[in-house]
Antibody, heavy 119, light 110 residues
Framework: EIQLLESGGGSVQRGKSLRLSCATS????????MSWVRQAPGKGLEWVSS????????GYADSVKGRFTISRDTSRSTVYLQMNNLRGEDTALYYC????????????WGQGTLVTVSS | QSVLTQPPSASGTPGQRVTISCSGG????????VYWYQQFPGTAPKLLIFKNNQRPSGVPDRFSGSKSGASASLAISGLRSDDEADYYCAAWDDSLSGYLFGTGTTITVL
């Protein structure tokens, strides 16, 4: 059974940092791209970032570029999202997702971890 | 246009067929695959359709996807009360070099 378990969310002040983790199991982690997608309270889905299967290629939404960094640790089957200089508009439920086939577009999703940024 | 536009809501009675549109542009839907997701309140999204019209195993054939030019559609036939959920389209955008999600559509079964 494919499982993705996010952790690391919480309440932080504007300008601070958080690192999200997503521990995975049930699939060949090294073979799939991974992504983070967020959902602000009561709003729609927003793609945040993706990383290729080999970790060599990353992509970011313009809204987080230069502030967030995605990475992966194959030995731990875990993907991370380092979030710096957090803003109020970063408040959201952050989902980790496994890429579908050879693409980073999500197929399996975790249950999400909530990030709340206050002033 | 680098935005995927969906109607905010749609509804139907049990057994009816409901269609959700997803309108984009040449840099996203017009040149890339479309994916559809179903999300129930308080839960993570679930992949419903991949590569325009393919269903993952376990997804009923009541759900079907199509694409024409820079627009796509999700059809739900034989509507059931447990189809009440939010539905999102998604596609890669060549201009943004990232994924776009649609604005989302809430399906209500009357």
């Amino acid at each position: 059974e494919i499982q993705l378990l996010e952790s690391g969310g919480g309440s932080v002040q504007r300008g601070k940092s958080l690192r999200l983790s997503c521990a995975t199991s049930g699939f060949a982690f090294r073979s799939f791209a991974m992504s983070w997608v967020r959902q602000a309270p009561g709003k729609g889905l927003e793609w945040v970032s993706s990383i290729s299967a080999d970790g060599g290629t990353t992509g970011y939404a313009d809204s987080v570029k230069g502030r967030f960094t995605i990475s992966r640790d194959t030995s731990r089957s875990t993907v991370y999202l380092q979030m710096n200089n957090l803003r109020g508009e970063d408040t959201a439920l952050y989902y980790c997702s496994k890429g579908h086939q050879s693409a980073a577009v999500p197929d399996y999703w975790g249950q999400g971890t909530l990030v709340t940024v206050s002033s | 246009q680098s935005v995927l536009t969906q109607p905010p809501s749609a509804s139907g009675t049990p057994g009816q067929r409901v269609t959700i549109s997803c309108s984009g542009g040449s840099s996203n839907i017009g040149n890339n695959f479309v994916y559809w997701y179903q999300q129930f309140p308080g839960t993570a999204p679930k992949l419903l359709i991949f590569k325009n019209n393919q269903r993952p195993s376990g997804v009923p054939d009541r759900f079907s996807g199509s694409k024409s030019g820079a627009s796509a559609s999700l059809a739900i036939s034989g509507l059931r009360s447990d189809d009440e959920a939010d539905y999102y389209c998604a596609a890669w955008d060549d201009s943004l070099s990232g994924y776009l999600f649609g604005t989302g559509t809430t399906i209500t079964v009357l």
